[in-house]
């Protein structure tokens, strides 16, 4: 019997259209490519949010909102990379998870559409912390809608010198740590541990003839 691979949706964490972040995501995609899941790379200037507002969601949810609700339902886990705006995570990203997890038109919460599933996260910065403050504050936000966290992460510094071009990471051992971001990420999605899980039982011992 075949076993289906991974699903995982990836986004950088911001628009600029030069922005390291958006030049790292597709490193970590490939990882997660290597380690065998599909991914999903969107972009997301094609899903333009305003900024939450309640009374914005009464008079009808953006149609944006329902195409990346409808992707997340589709998809084992998230991968992004973001970048770090003053001490946290941007708040592109915060908007973009607080209007998937609205209620969906079918009617439960979208908070249903994360919990379970996997993340893995990487940031960028041109500083030579590399973001790091961002991501323990989404860390802890994607914990809070269900999401279970990949405990490697990894934060390129001095990015202008490292990431010159889109997907290309030219520290080899950063690549690498990505690469394993991504990669960890694709072994711990749901679709991925019960396969792993079979493969990690022992097979029987053989029957002992009575005769």
């Given at each position: 019997m075949a076993?289906?691979?991974?699903?995982?949706?990836?986004?950088?964490?911001?628009?600029?259209?030069?922005?390291?972040?958006?030049?790292?995501?597709?490193v970590l995609a490939e990882g997660a490519r290597a380690a065998g899941a599909e991914v999903s790379l969107i972009d997301l200037r094609d899903y333009p949010?305003?900024?939450?507002?309640?009374?914005?969601?009464?008079?009808?949810?953006?149609?944006?909102?329902?195409?990346?609700?409808?992707?997340?339902?589709?998809?084992?886990?998230?991968?992004?990379?973001?970048?770090?705006?003053?001490?946290?995570?941007?708040?592109?990203?915060?908007?973009?998870?607080?209007w998937i997890s609205r209620p969906t038109e079918a009617g439960p919460s979208g908070t249903t559409l994360f919990r379970g599933k996997v993340a893995g996260i990487v940031s960028a910065s041109p500083g030579p912390l590399g973001g790091l403050r961002s991501l323990l504050v989404l860390r802890d936000a994607l914990a809070k809608l269900g999401l279970v966290v990949v405990p490697q992460q990894i934060a390129v510094g001095l990015a202008a010198e490292r990431l010159p071009e889109t997907g290309l990471l030219a520290d080899e051992r950063m690549r690498e740590g990505v690469h394993g971001v991504g990669a960890a990420a694709a072994a711990m999605t749901p679709t991925a541990m019960p396969a792993a899980l079979a493969s990690a039982v022992p097979a029987p011992p053989p029957e002992r003839s009575t005769r």
């Open positions: 076993v289906e691979s991974p699903r995982l949706l990836a986004f950088a964490g911001s628009l600029r259209r030069e922005s390291f972040n958006r030049r790292l995501i597709p949010l305003p900024v939450y507002d309640g009374d914005i969601e009464a008079a009808g949810m953006p149609e944006p909102v329902h195409r990346l609700q409808d992707l997340m339902s589709e998809h084992d886990g998230l991968l992004i990379s973001t970048p770090e705006y003053n001490g946290s995570m941007p708040a592109l990203v915060k908007n973009t998870l607080d």
